[in-house]
Nanobody
Framework: QVQLVESGGGLVQPGGSLRLSCVASGRIDTITRMGWYRQTPGNEREFVAVLRWSGDIDGYSDSVRGRFTISRNSAKNTIYLQMNALKSEDSAVYYC???????WGQGTQVTVSS
């Protein structure tokens, strides 16, 4: 199994920035992809960004491309989501996942509001 712990969420004003972190532990050797999804109340979980454990970035959703950056620190078994130019519609619970949803973190709340 793989355990995931997210952190870094919070309240930020429109136009601001946040960096989310997700630390993986357990069967790291089974990880091929890690990514970020987000969910708002009453809606399905939405893809945000994903990268391969090798470090190659697989892609971003159209809604965040150019504003968000996914990255990895292999020495710390951690991925990050740098979020810039945040908008109110980015408000959601952000989840880290492994291998297209095989494992999920507990989520971290991001609220963009003035």
């Amino acid at each position: 199994q793989v355990q995931l712990v997210e952190s870094g969420g919070g309240l930020v004003q429109p136009g601001g920035s946040l960096r989310l972190s997700c630390v993986a532990s357990g069967r790291i050797d089974t990880i091929t992809r890690m990514g970020w999804y987000r969910q708002t109340p009453g809606n399905e979980r939405e893809f945000v960004a994903v990268l391969r454990w090798s470090g190659d970035i697989d892609g971003y959703s159209d809604s965040v491309r150019g504003r968000f950056t996914i990255s990895r620190n292999s020495a710390k078994n951690t991925i990050y989501l740098q979020m810039n130019a945040l908008k109110s519609e980015d408000s959601a619970v952000y989840y880290c996942c492994v291998n297209s949803g095989a494992y999920w973190g507990q989520g971290t709340q991001v609220t963009v509001s003035s």
